[in-house]
């Protein structure tokens, strides 16, 4: 059983069996040197991930099994990925649209066919978690490393914000007031205040840091100047 665009697909069809690589396609980056034998490797990056699901679809009739056919046609047609989840890791999701053809096999009022889920993400995502920044490590277990976003609420008045994680910070010089909000986004290398862009804040040497698997030490300068949280999403290949 699967849920694509949070529908299931019990509502429609009878999944048969499920296909999927160990790994996402690896697209090699090598460099070829005229009149130099061989190449230079510069190793490989995640291209995206294929999904096949052979489904069998039961009506009474051939004219109750085309109108089915259409009902499904509706419910796996958009034109942007959407949330494909499978019941045997109901934890994890995929984000997925269908690629290809779906031909079905008609025989009276049954048919079989493949249903083929592209994801031009490669990764399973887990469901957003919210921890805050104070407690503790903020712990990664997924395989994956995994871009956060740093909500703080300003306990008091500074003219700068360092956050910092490892070898990696985030360095804003802003006047910054009590009781304001700011919203480090590292996915999207954005930063707001109050809702509002402060991109010129961002001092020159800022890096937006992952959270790498494992443990993950995140501290803010000055200390205890805001209340913060860290959201992220856990990956698996």
Known sequence: MFYF??????????ENKVRHSLLPQLEKRTLTVAGRPGF??????????EIQVDVTIKESSSLMLRQKAR????WLYHQEVKPLLFSDEPDKHYFARVDGKTDIDEIVGLGQG????????????GAIKTVPLHAGPITNEGSYDTYPVITLQFQQATSQLRIR???KQVLLVHPFQQGQELVVDHNRAVVKLNDLRIMNSLYLSSEFF???KGDNWITLEPANIA???????????
Do not use: H, M
């Open 5 to 14: 665009n949070n529908q299931d697909s019990t509502d429609f069809l009878i």
């Open 40 to 49: 230079y490797d510069f190793g490989s990056r995640l291209g995206g991930r």
């Open 71 to 74: 009902d499904i046609a509706s």
């Open 114 to 125: 493949t249903i083929t889920f592209l994801c031009p993400d490669p990764f399973a995502y």
């Open 165 to 167: 994680s490892g070898d």
């Open 210 to 212: 992952p959270i790498y």
């Open 227 to 237: 209340t913060a949280t860290v959201q992220f999403r856990e990956k698996w290949l």
